[in-house]
Antibody, heavy 121, light 108 residues
């Protein structure tokens, strides 16, 4: 059974860098049928797609975050990671990693439980 | 980017009733590429529908999606107690993929 688990600091200082890792278990991140994504949700608000990565390292990002966001994959550890630079309070959110259905990279089917990241001094 | 507007903001219904949720796009969604999710408090979203009408694995047939162009609908034919939640639509016809603000289905 596929499981995803986010990990990383829960508190980041303004202007700092947010770094999160998603550990995949139950399947190989190198499975060519799937992409892997990051989505976030500010407290009490809706969802925002951050970006998506393929096991080859190919990525696509939400343009609203372009320039600040980077997603990478480590096939040896079966993990993929999110890096968000120059964070502000507006980046405070629950961050989810997720895997979409095989034929629809945007339809996120399997989700991690999410990790709350607060940007504050 | 495509803005999705969901209505109503809150839907108050009783178990057994039919729920009709609307998702309107600011421009045509290519290929009717719409997804619907359900989210309960403290939980990640649950995928219900993709490609506008295709139910995800394990989703009961009381959930159905329809629509095209700019107007899409999620229908729950007969509400079960576990269906009271917040529902989000998402479009992936154009980048960036965007979500609606959500509709809360609450017990009347």
């Amino acid at each position: 059974q596929l499981q995803l688990q986010e990990s990383g600091p829960g508190l980041v200082k303004p202007s700092g860098t947010l770094s999160l890792t998603c550990t995949v278990s139950g399947d190989s991140i190198s499975n060519s049928d799937y992409y892997w994504g990051w989505i976030r949700q500010p407290p009490g608000k809706g969802l925002e797609w951050i970006g998506t990565v393929y096991y080859t390292g190919s990525t696509f990002y939400n343009p609203s975050l372009r320039g600040r966001v980077s997603i990478s994959v480590d096939t040896s550890k079966n993990q993929f990671s999110l890096r968000l630079d120059s964070v502000t309070a507006a980046d405070t959110a629950v961050y989810y990693c997720a895997r979409p259905v095989a034929v629809v990279p945007a339809a996120f089917e399997i989700w991690g439980q999410g990790t709350m990241v607060t940007v504050s001094s | 980017e495509i803005v999705l507007t969901q209505s109503p903001g809150t839907l108050s219904l009783s178990p057994g009733e039919r729920a009709t949720l609307s998702c309107r796009a600011s421009e045509t969604v290519n290929n009717d590429y719409i997804v619907w999710y359900q989210q309960t408090p403290g939980q990640p979203p649950r995928l219900l529908i993709y490609r506008s009408f295709t139910r995800a694995t394990g989703i009961p047939d009381r959930f159905s999606g329809s629509g095209s162009g700019t107007d899409f609908t999620l229908t729950i034919s007969r509400l079960e107690p576990e269906d009271f939640a917040v529902y989000y639509c998402q479009q992936y016809g154009s980048s960036p993929w965007t979500f609606g603000q959500g509709t809360k289905v609450e017990i009347k």
